[in-house]
């Protein structure tokens, strides 16, 4: 599975973005798509994700309220839509798939990784 991150850019703090995750095959319904960010200097963390058949989503703590992770199955495409951005959200953000559940925050658990998209966020 090849996976496609797109949609980061600049934004000023209070902005939206919405991030799109395209994978190259359909991906089996007991999958889940996880999002990670790598802030510099920090280590990557889980933000969000969903299972890509049926219910079931998951969000840091940091960015619920906030965030909305989604899925277009017929276009193979998760969606995370991101709200009241603040500086401190500003990373490169990585789209991820695993076998299995969404309440899973370790990226080391994830075993398909898409190539990153910057987003910065200004004060």
């Known amino acids: 599975v090849q996976l496609q991150a797109s949609g980061g850019g600049l934004v000023q703090a209070g902005g939206s973005l919405r991030l799109s995750c395209a994978a190259s095959?359909?991906?089996?319904?007991?999958?889940?798509m996880g999002w990670f960010r790598q802030a510099p200097g920090k280590e990557r963390e889980f933000v969000a994700a969903?299972?890509?058949?049926?219910?079931?989503?998951d969000y840091a703590d940091s960015v619920k309220g906030r965030f909305v992770i989604s899925r277009d199955n017929a276009k193979n495409t998760a969606y995370l839509q991101m709200n009241s951005l603040k500086p401190e959200d500003t990373a490169v953000y990585y789209c991820?798939?695993?076998?299995?559940?969404?309440?899973?925050?370790?990226?080391?658990?994830?075993?398909?990784w898409g190539q990153g998209t910057q987003v910065t966020v200004s004060s």
């Open positions: 991820a798939v695993r076998s299995g559940s969404p309440y899973v925050t370790s990226s080391g658990d994830y075993k398909y």
């Open positions: 095959k359909r991906t089996f319904s007991s999958a889940a």
């Open positions: 969903i299972r890509w058949g049926g219910a079931g989503t």
